[in-house]
């Protein structure tokens, strides 16, 4: 897993991790459970603080990209992809069916959507 920081970036290290690692695993260069170094160990090896990573860590976990599962380590979940058309039809679905009920045309639930994008 190839991972670089730049201390002099717009964006916090932490973020900088966790967008790199996201874009791993929604490429497929990450496969599905595939193990990722210990908080400890990348914290290391990119000279960052262990808090970090670990908020990396969390955001991907909140985000479900991730895995951890205690002492065994943390894991890459399954790719995004298949999991983002799902939710995102759903949500579609709810919106389309909210907008007609409240009689909102689609051009206007389309600028609703744009806005809250």
């Not at 600028?111 to 994008?117: D, F, G, H, K, M």
């Amino acid at each position: 897993m190839i991972i670089s920081v730049d201390p002099a970036g717009a964006k916090p290290p932490y973020e900088q991790v966790k967008e790199q690692i996201d874009g791993l695993i929604r490429r497929g260069d990450l496969a599905q459970g595939t193990r990722l170094p210990t908080v400890r160990q990348l914290a290391g090896d990119l000279g960052l603080a262990v808090n970090t990573v670990a908020r990396a860590y969390k955001e991907l976990e909140a985000d479900r990209m991730i895995e951890t599962r205690g002492r065994n380590g943390t894991f890459v979940l399954a790719s995004r992809s298949h999991v983002d058309d799902e939710e995102t039809r759903a949500a579609a679905t709810v919106l389309a069916r909210a907008a007609r009920r409240a009689g909102i045309s689609l051009p206007e639930a389309t600028e609703i959507l744009r806005q809250a994008w």
